[in-house]
């Protein structure tokens, strides 16, 4: 069964069937251009070689949505043969390309969740959880007297991810980040 969107039902994350091969929206805007019919302005990657394209939907365009099938996976290692992960059911294990994860890389940990979408029994996109915990690494020592108002300072986590953080963060603290936005959330108590 084939589904379809329309042009004004397009949003980021979905993953369409455009010149007969896959893109994941990226963006997805809607304009409406003074007089001129509206249409949503969308920015595509190519979910098999990576490159963007912007594109022009008109709002009562039918798009061809691609029906994915999403495994729980669980991170295991990297090695020479690409990502490992695991089946969380059947303890299958599976390997991917560093091009299919992306520069999700620099959120990845082992045992980290994460969703495996699947088109027609290929692995082709993975999606994490909206946030996960990483180790502060390296950054400056804090300022005397800095509160947590204030400007921000580099730091680097554990997995290579540079994010702006409160002057009061210490090497060795666990923070929340976004997978979406990248930017740290809150310091975890504990960690």
Known sequence: MVAYVSGNNIR????????????????AEHRTPGNKRAFMQAKLRNMENGTQTEVRFRADEQIERA?????????????????CFMNCETYEQIF????????????L??????????????PIGVSLPETVDLQVTDT???????????????????????VTVPQFLEVGETVRVSTTSREYLERVKGG
């Open 140 to 162: 400056e020592p804090p300022l005397k007297g800095a509160t947590a108002s204030g400007s921000g300072k580099p730091a680097t986590l554990e997995t290579g991810l540079v």
């Open 96 to 107: 991917l390309e560093a091009k299919i994860i992306g520069d999700l890389t620099l959120f």
């Open 67 to 83: 029906a994915l099938e999403q495994i729980e996976m669980e991170y295991l290692y990297e090695d020479p043969s690409g990502y």
């Open 12 to 27: 980021p994350g979905y993953v369409v069937k455009y010149n007969d091969q896959l893109y994941r929206v990226m963006t």
């Open 109 to 122: 940990l082992p045992n980290t969740k994460a969703l495996i979408e699947f088109y027609e029994d290929k």
